[in-house]
Nanobody
């Protein structure tokens, strides 16, 4: 059974940083791409970034590019999302997701098969 468990959310001041983690179990991480999405109240779930384990390729949404880093650790099956210079607009529930590495369109939530339960990030202005 595949499980994705996020952690690291919380309350942070604008301009601060936060590191979210997602631990995957029940899947072979080197054959998956891991994505991060977020959803603010009343809004659609949107792509934040993704990493393909093989080749360590990363992709980021324009809204977070330059202040966000996704990294993965194979032995622990963990993927981290480091976000800096947080803004009020970053307030959302953050979710990690997994899809086979060969899938295209990693920015689209529909291609992901597995999802975590989410972790809340609140940025105070």
């Amino acid at each position: 059974q595949v499980q994705l468990v996020e952690s690291g959310g919380g309350l942070v001041q604008a301009g601060g940083s936060l590191r979210l983690s997602c631990v995957a179990s029940g899947l072979t991480v080197r054959t998956y791409a891991m994505g991060w999405f977020r959803q603010a109240p009343g809004k659609e779930r949107e792509f934040v970034g993704a990493i393909i384990w093989s080749g360590r390729r990363t992709y980021y949404a324009d809204s977070v590019k330059g202040r966000t880093t996704i990294s993965g650790d194979g032995p622990t099956s963990t993927v981290d999302l480091q976000m800096n210079t947080l803004q009020h607009e970053d307030t959302a529930a953050y979710y990690c997701a997994a899809t086979p590495y060969y899938r295209r369109s990693l920015t689209q939530r529909e291609v992901y098969d597995y999802w975590g339960q989410g972790t809340q990030v609140t940025v105070s202005s």
